[in-house]
C-alpha cells in the first residue's frame, strides 16, 4: 500500500505495482546520474514543464531504487507502463512533489 505521507509513489509496471520513494540514496544517485545540473535544475524543469523523457526515466528508476526494488533503468525503459508516458511523468512528478513538500504543522 503507497503511502504518500512518506513521499510513496506507484507505478504499474509490465502490469506489476511497485511502490516507488526518493531516498536520500536514491536522491544521490539520481543527481549523479542527471545530465543536466542538479535536483532543483530538475525540481525548476518539471515546475516548468519542460523536463525530459531521459528525466523522467532517472527520476523512476531512482524512485525504484528507494523502494527497494531491483528493475533496472534499462529493464524499465523497456517496459510497458500503464498509463504510458503521460503516467509515467505524473508519477515521477508525484515523487517530486512528495519528497520536496513541507509537511503542515498539526
Known amino acids: 500500500m503507497v503511502n504518500p505521507h512518506a513521499g510513496e509513489a ?12 526518493l531516498t536520500l ?14 535536483l ?6 518539471f ?5 525530459s523523457a531521459r528525466d ?5 528508476a531512482a524512485g525504484l531504487q528507494g523502494g527497494g526494488h531491483d528493475l533496472s533503468r534499462e529493464d524499465l525503459a523497456a517496459a510497458t507502463i500503464t498509463g ?5 511523468a505524473r ?4 515523487l517530486l ?3 520536496f513538500a513541507v509537511p503542515e504543522e498539526p
Open 84 to 88: 504510458g508516458p503521460m503516467q509515467a
Open 10 to 21: 506507484e507505478l504499474l509496471v509490465n502490469g506489476d505495482p511497485y511502490v516507488l520513494k
Open 25 to 38: 540514496g536514491a536522491l544521490a544517485g539520481l543527481e549523479a546520474a542527471l545530465e543536466e545540473g542538479t
Open 97 to 99: 512533489v512528495r519528497s
Open 91 to 94: 508519477v515521477a512528478a508525484e
Open 40 to 45: 532543483v535544475d530538475l525540481v525548476q524543469r
Open 56 to 60: 523522467v526515466l532517472a527520476l523512476l
Open 47 to 51: 515546475e516548468q514543464g519542460r523536463f
